[in-house]
């Protein structure tokens, strides 16, 4: 891929006055001879990831639930959620390796047989100690989703439509965490909270049955053609060998992709875990009625990642460089963000859902776009590695904020902290990313 044209050090000069590069604008004319075959694929990554979202937020759902059966604190149960987090952050940097070794119908595959497995055994669960155990395997396992699609996307996306895949398929994760405060509740009234966990587990290997029977690499499978393959691959190719953690740790875009997902990804862990909470106890909603905020929340938020990942697809297709589109939909998701602090403060329970739903919305647009410059800056043989390093530092983002949210919330009973947190943490990640990435040139790998 061709580096972009240099610009000043300033993110409003770089969005406004760089220069296309002829080689990321779509020809509608090609486009439309290409083939749709990868939108089938895109399609797999936005299932598996609904199914990797349903998977954790299950004990979300239940948290009031279980507190009140089993007798857990606010710290208890932000506990379980650190012990989530903190295996989520060693599966990242394990899967992440992984499925660039594996390749990525093997690696997602076996992934999505472990966590679904951990899943369905939460239902053995009967104290603070065996919960712990079941959310640390389920976070090792959960680990793969996002290293193995955005991997997928790179092989078989050009990058001018790569926000844009990445932007359906992230969707994926609100449509998991708006279905499941509808399901878990059905499924807790019929077989209790254990039949839960078992049934949301096993929707795995029903994704898994599509999986095996239709990924391939582009180059392999029957059902794309010519046009389309060379569509795909119509960007330049860089020659790569096998990536070593060591050559990627120096690399300033790895650490643009890094910080922005430390500081990004705990406010998204916040709006999971406690969320419906936040919802029975500030607005006083019963298990059976948070459904439909929920849903409302999470239908806004897919809304902004798919349009954020199409607006700067569009922007290339337009003309712009890959490097002010990317961060000018950033910009925008960072700035529509910010209303969300005043979330705690409103007395109306739908004013605090729309709030939520348009910061999580820009949430997912900025997101969607993050994930998509690391193959923009790094090699197809590289991505799972980069995104496995910045996940693993979202994760760890995350143990804060649990700890954060759960003492605050003990000590306080306020949420006024955490949404702040929330209101602020994409601008800061925005300036970050732009200060070591000025143009978003791709890494120079040995």
Known sequence: MDPARPTSASLASSVDTEAAMGN???????????????????????????????DRNVLGVLNKTLQHDLGWSEIDYSNLVVAFQGAYALGMVVVGRLVDKL?????????????SLASMGTALGSSLTSFAISRLTLGFGEAAVFPASIKAVAEWFPKKERALATGIFNAGTSFGAMLTPVVVPWINARWGWRGAFIGIGALGFLWLVFWLLIYRQPEEHPLVSRAELDYIRSDAQEAVGKTKWVALLPLRQTWAFVLGKFLIDPVWWFYLFWVPGFLQSKHGLALT???????????????????????????????????????????????????VVFAYRVESTWSAVLLIGLAAACHQGFSANLFTLTSDMFPAPAVGSVVGIGGMAGAIGGLFIATVVGHVLQWTGSYRVPFLIAGSAYLLALVIIHALVPRLEPARMN
């Open 24 to 54: 990321e604008q779509a020809s509608p004319s090609v486009w439309s001879r290409a083939g749709y075959f990868r939108w089938v694929i895109c399609t797999l990554l936005l299932f598996g990831t609904t199914k990797n979202y349903m």
């Open 103 to 115: 390749g990525t119908r093997l690696g997602y595959a076996l992934a999505m047989v472990f966590w």
């Open 289 to 339: 009625r948070i459904g439909a905020p929920i849903v409302v929340i999470y239908l806004i938020s897919d809304v902004g990642s798919v349009a954020a990942g199409w607006m700067s697809s569009w922007l290339i297709q337009s003309g712009s460089t890959v490097n002010a589109a990317r961060k000018m939909a950033m910009l925008i998701c960072a700035v529509g963000v910010v209303p």
